[in-house]
């Protein structure tokens, strides 16, 4: 028995020792140490790499960063000096480049293709079976005149859109009225011929609302066909204190409108009335001309949109203008590129005009993770010439990037506790047609 209780114990004779804590102790060190190579490895080579794909980004890294005020710390501090002052070359690159880009419009004469044509008949022959869809045989003149005026929408998700909503036509093609742009709403099945979502339709105004989204952003772009009826209008208390984009549209009667000039903002602290650059409200000036490489958008009498250099002389016939930087297309050139400068994602808002004379407001939501963390004026640049842009500058961004819309603010303010923005100098206003009729 007691040779078999030998036996039986060997198992717990031979058993290994718990492994002793300076052991563990050990082995965490050198994992830690390890990963700390690894990252330190990581972090050199993220810096001094020549790959496409990685210098681009880490451009586009710094850029945002340097382009604001209170979070350049995110370059500056974390990268090399020299990796930073490069990017920075870049955007000083990019601002000499702007010299010189002038507008003339000259641009070749373009007619868009219409769906319908304006005199096409009901039926030629009594007993010939008419094929074509219900809404159109309904008013073939109206359908027309519709789709000739808005050559951005597919036809196809119109018509279908009206099958499921009858009562849009209830006063005609020309008194069509959607509006699906709120915050909460996820607009219309309608398509553009571009793919995009469409989010209001106001044929009476002459309006047009398309939801339009990439890989790191979400935004609205804005086509208003009469630009007659377009304007800057300035704050309530410009000089002294600005309001909000909605405010100041409100204030003017505009149905649609978004952010424009600049202003002294320190430590981000500014409340909108000190005007930064120069700026024209229907004949009043304002303002001391911006520096070389900084543009000004001249709204003339002729109702067309001239891009020039900041230190210009005023155009004549100007009405309305603005200065800021970059101009992304001039007479449907694209000049701005991912080689120089503008690769920083922020919320942007910029106005353009068509070869066509409608004008364009693009506003890009934001800094808001999960949402629309913004874009490049690059990616806006193309976006813009998708839909035929013949003129477009970049406004003041970032959180005074606002859009307002039949009563309410349409886009999300970077800083989500503002729900209509910042305040502002002055704000673009395009006018009813029954206020500007007046």
């Not at 990685?54 to 340097?66: D, E, G």
């Not at 979070?71 to 010299?99: C, F, K, R, Y």
């Not at 096409?120 to 009594?126: I, W």
Request: aromatic share 8%.
């Amino acid at each position: 028995m007691q040779n078999l209780t030998l036996f039986g114990s060997r198992s717990h004779r031979t058993a290994r020792p718990k492994p002793k804590k300076k052991y563990r102790l050990r082995t965490f060190l050198i994992v830690l140490l390890s990963l700390v190579v690894l990252g330190e490895g990581v972090y050199f080579w993220l810096c001094s790499t020549d790959n496409a794909f990685v210098s681009k980004w880490r451009t586009i890294y710094i850029q945002t960063a340097m382009s604001t005020l209170t979070h350049q710390w995110l370059a500056t501090d974390l990268l090399p000096e020299d990796v930073v002052n490069s990017a920075i070359d870049l955007m000083n690159q990019g601002l000499e480049d702007q010299i010189g880009q002038n507008s003339s419009w000259d641009i070749p004469e373009q007619v868009p293709d219409k769906p319908v044509e304006p005199d096409e008949p009901v039926v030629e022959n009594p007993g010939e079976e008419d094929t074509r869809p219900y809404w159109i045989k309904l008013d073939p003149e109206g359908a027309a005149a519709f789709f000739e005026l808005f050559w951005q929408i597919d036809q196809e998700s119109m018509l279908s859109y009206l099958d499921t909503h009858p009562e849009v036509m209830d006063n005609g093609w020309e008194n069509i009225n959607i509006d699906e742009a709120g915050l909460d709403q996820d607009g219309t099945s309608i398509q553009t011929i571009n793919g995009d979502k469409v989010l209001a339709i106001n044929a009476y105004e002459g309006i047009l609302l398309i939801r339009v989204t990439g890989s790191t952003y979400r935004g609205v772009l804005a086509i208003a066909k009469d630009p007659a009826r377009l304007g800057m209008r300035w704050s309530a208390g410009i000089g002294s204190y600005g309001q909000t984009c909605k405010a100041i549209c409100e204030r003017n009667d505009a149905i649609l409108g978004i952010s424009a000039s600049g202003f002294d903002d320190p430590n981000g602290m500014g409340n909108g009335g000190i005007l930064s650059g120069y700026a024209m409200c229907n004949g009043d000036e304002k303002g001391t001309h911006a520096l070389p490489g900084y543009k000004r958008l001249e709204l003339h009498e002729d109702n067309r949109m001239y891009i020039t250099d900041a230190r210009d002389y005023v155009g004549k016939g100007t009405t309305d203008a603005v200065e800021f930087t970059p101009a992304l297309i001039v007479d449907s050139r694209v000049i701005v590129d991912e080689t120089c400068d503008w690769n920083g994602m922020h919320p942007r808002a910029i106005l353009g005009q068509s070869e066509l004379g409608e004008v364009q407001m693009l506003v890009i939501e934001g800094r808001q993770p999960g949402l629309s963390l913004g874009v490049s004026v690059v990616d806006c640049a193309h976006l813009l010439s998708s839909y035929r842009c013949a003129q477009a500058m970049n406004m003041d961004g970032g959180t005074t990037a606002m859009m307002y819309y039949n009563g309410r603010s349409i886009i999300s303010c970077s800083n989500t506790a503002l729900e209509d923005g910042r305040a502002l100098p002055n704000a673009w206003c395009y006018f009813s047609k029954d206020t500007f009729e007046e």
